[in-house]
């Protein structure tokens, strides 16, 4: 196929989170944007302008945008002790961008991460943070950019000699203990202030960590011993040594600890940068969870980092923080914990709203002090660790299992408090270790996309579970291979598959052939939504005529595909068993269309690909007189992607297509043909309308101005206004010149001359009722249409 397929990467992650008002509004309110100088009030834009020039290396184009940028600054909000601005920003380079984003970036760099393209950089004097991210996300290089907040610890140890440890009633610990109680192979990972080595309760759990201020691993000299309490008191809600004798225990007896130092404040304030990159060496470094009991648990870097984490295996949990406040949208990786009290209520303290996902115990939970003491302490930096001790439980008990599964056991096994169902309180739930672990020994791991199957061997069986006879069978067209046959009631159903680990907007390809279907009969593909009913992504209906060849189908699917456990099925529902439907090369995973050339498309699958067309706007597939074609009416667009014209060098290129309308069409139906040039504008090839057009197939064709020959960001564009309806078919652009036809009797090549050739293709036309044979102009087909054929054949070429 000439289109790439990819696996996705964070960046799809980004794009739904901008669409969430997450990536570049982040903390939006009426108090957006307030620095903490008040420079950027007193000072012009051209000044502004130019202390971004004098600490920026700015590149071709980014003054004006910069310039345009600064009216529309992107909205933050500070909140004294918890999140407060630094004068830095965290800068996150697209894919294929990173050498100019470094490049501008270069003089202001203060950090960038050693694992992703991710940097830190100071804003300069007289410039607000907002304006400085708009600037730079103007550009088009940038992810993300957002303040590189300071983030605060969420809660401190306060009566030391209280000795309950309720939690473990409510996580049924007792129960799970004698089923689990965890295994030392488990890393859980502190991003926090530290942990007390010497601990009792700690010291033997202890593995070497890292320094994420100073970007130094233990073994090289990094320190992690505890700067102020609150990473001992984290470590020991998820992992206290159990059995041991004395002190408390944490969810499991036997976890490993992994210190991954924050901070070096006896504060425990930490940047937000810091956390992350901390968090990315743990699981680099085996850990299995990771917890970050620190404020700003919503943010467009957290988000980037939990997918990070949970594509290598891990799962990342952060606190939801302390101060009783709505919070909205937290992204479908990272785990966002509230928390609960002894009678099972939400903490007074507790955030609540749609970014949580589950709650565990948080007030006055008993845990590990600095010193080799105890006490208990409140707060959802408590709650947290306790949930991602859970989820060590369950790595524990299945380490076969992937990041997204363990996630989905954790959400399953909760016990459901509050309202039915999920809720903004507690979530999905509070966490339960003895549900959690009789989840996780039941479970059927879901398939980690993509599915790439070609069916030249029985591996397909092991994705797919059949009803009915489906079988591979050779492929007789190519001579080479097979391809899966599907008749009568004939059904393949995939297995549980992980729908997010595809991309946020996955998507499916394959080919197909139909050989003695009848009008009518279809081939339908459907996805299992989470709600448990079967969704209708793809229904092909035969015209009744063989295809010729194989169709190619290519669609994105929609966000119902993107939870863990989704099926795909497809069927042939009302075909015969003399009916043959020819399978081939399926692929379930993120379509990624690439620059290619030429562009061919006759739309016979019924669809706009999105691998051949990027914008599709108001423009949709119809059968038109027994053939596919797209159909365009009102303000439509359809724009193609790049066709990439260099290789066949500095050459005109070719754009042809067939063009008709409805009966009703006039001069106010219109539709603007262009091809996109070296320079990435618009060149005007024509301007047709409704009176100009017949109701049958016409060819028309351009060859592309100069400034559009060897590009290789070519583009076709076809904008129609009008309230009726225009066809186009058969698209092409490419090298190729049409050999134009010399009659509308001249209906099979060689072009240019009449013989027996064009009377068999005038006859296969009429016989498969398609529109070029109409040649009456009637909409039907009849003797007249003979008699206007034997007429313009009998006249001959001119």
Not at 155 to 180: E, F, K, T, V
Request: net charge negative.
């Amino acid at each position: 196929m000439s289109f790439k397929l990819t696996l996705a990467k964070a960046t799809t992650v980004v794009a739904l989170m901008t669409a969430s008002g997450l990536a570049t509004n982040a903390f939006a309110g009426p108090n957006a944007d307030a620095p903490k100088n008040t420079q950027s009030e007193s000072i012009s834009a051209s000044a502004k302008l130019d202390a971004v020039k004098a600490s920026f290396n700015l590149l071709a184009g980014d003054e004006q945008r910069m310039r345009d940028a600064l009216q529309n600054p992107l909205q933050f909000v500070e909140v004294q002790g918890s999140r407060e601005y630094t004068r830095e920003l965290i800068v996150h380079a697209k894919e294929g961008k990173v050498a100019p984003a470094q490049s501008r970036l270069s003089r202001s760099m203060v950090k960038s991460s050693a694992f992703v393209n991710e940097y830190v950089v100071k804003v300069p004097q007289g410039v607000s943070e907002g304006e400085m991210a708009a600037m730079l996300m103007s550009t088009g290089d940038y992810l993300f950019v957002e303040p590189n907040w300071t983030l605060f610890p969420l809660a401190i140890p306060n009566d030391s000699q209280y000795g309950s440890s309720w939690q473990h009633n409510r996580l049924q610990s007792a129960s799970a203990w004698d089923l689990h109680t965890g295994d030392s192979d488990i890393i859980v990972a502190v991003c926090d202030s530290g942990v007390d080595t010497n601990h009792p309760d700690l010291e033997d759990a202890y593995v070497p960590g890292y320094n994420a201020v100073n970007n130094q691993a233990e073994v090289n000299g990094g320190q992690v011993e505890d700067v102020n309490g609150h990473g001992t008191f984290v470590s020991g809600c998820a992992a206290a040594q159990g059995n041991n004798g004395r002190g408390v225990v944490g969810v499991g007896w036997d976890f490993s600890v992994m210190p991954i130092r924050v901070s070096n404040n006896s504060s425990g304030t930490a940047s937000g940068f810091d956390i992350l990159e901390g968090a990315r060496w743990a699981v680099d470094n085996g850990a299995h969870v990771v917890n970050a009991s620190f404020s700003g648990g919503s943010s467009s870097s957290n988000q980037v980092a939990a997918r990070y984490i949970i594509d290598r295996g891990g799962l990342l949990f952060w606190s939801s923080g302390n101060d009783n406040n709505l919070i909205t949208y937290d992204g479908p990786d990272i785990v966002i914990v509230g928390s609960t009290t002894s009678s099972d209520n939400k903490s007074g303290f507790s955030n609540f709203g749609p970014a949580v996902d589950i709650a565990a115990p948080g007030s006055s939970v008993r845990s590990t002090r600095r010193g080799g003491t105890y006490g208990n302490g409140s707060g959802t930096s408590y709650a947290s660790p306790i949930a991602a001790g859970v989820g060590a439980m369950i790595y524990s008990v299945r380490d076969d299992l992937s990041g997204r599964d363990v996630q989905d056991i954790l959400y399953r096994s909760v016990d459901d408090l509050g309202a039915p169902g999920r809720d903004d309180a507690f979530g999905r739930g509070r966490v339960n270790t003895l549900n959690a672990i009789q989840e996780a020994q039941a479970y059927v791991p879901r398939y980690n996309l993509p599915i790439d199957e070609s069916f030249d061997s029985a591996s397909w069986s092991e994705v797919f579970d059949s009803t009915g006879t489906p079988a591979t069978v050779p492929d007789a067209e190519s001579g080479a291979g097979s391809v899966l046959e599907l008749n009568g009631n004939d059904q393949i159903t995939s297995v549980f598959l992980a729908g997010r680990s595809a991309a946020t907007f996955p998507g499916i390809s394959f080919s197909f052939r139909t050989i003695g279907v009848e009008s009518g009969e279809s081939l339908l593909v459907e996805i299992l939504t989470e709600e448990g009913s079967w969704e209708s992504v793809y229904d092909y209906a035969s015209t009744g005529t063989d295809s010729n060849g194989y169709i190619d189908v290519a669609l994105q699917l929609p966000t119902t595909f993107l939870w863990h456990g989704v099926q795909l099925r497809m069927s042939t529902p009302g075909s015969d068993i003399n009916d043959q439907w020819l399978i081939d090369n399926l692929f379930v995973g993120a379509l990624e269309a690439e620059p290619t050339a030429p562009l061919v498309d006759s739309f016979d699958s019924g669809l706009i690909s999105p691998l051949k067309w990027d914008d599709i706007d108001g423009a949709s597939v119809e059968v038109v007189g027994g053939t596919y074609a797209a159909s365009m009416s009102g303000e439509a667009i359809l724009e193609s992607q790049d066709v990439a014209m260099f290789q066949f060098g500095i050459i005109p290129g070719y754009i042809h297509f067939d063009l008709w309308a409805d009966a009703n069409a006039g001069a106010d139906d219109t539709i603007l043909v262009e091809v996109r040039n070296v320079l990435g504008s618009w060149d005007t090839l024509d301007t047709l309308d409704g009176s100009e057009l017949g109701s049958s197939p016409q060819v028309f064709q351009y060859q592309t101005p100069p400034a559009a020959w060897g590009n290789d960001i070519g583009r076709v564009r076809f904008t129609t206004a009008g309230d009726d309806t225009i066809y186009i078919d058969n698209v092409y652009y490419g090298p190729d010149e049409l050999t134009q036809m010399c009659s509308p009797a001249d209906f099979a090549e060689p072009f240019g001359q009449l013989n027996f050739l064009d009377v068999s293709g005038f006859l296969t036309a009429y016989g498969n009722g398609d529109l070029s044979a109409d040649l009456d102009g009637s909409g039907t087909f009849n003797f007249l249409d003979v008699s206007e054929f034997l007429s313009v054949f009998g006249a001959g070429c001119p």
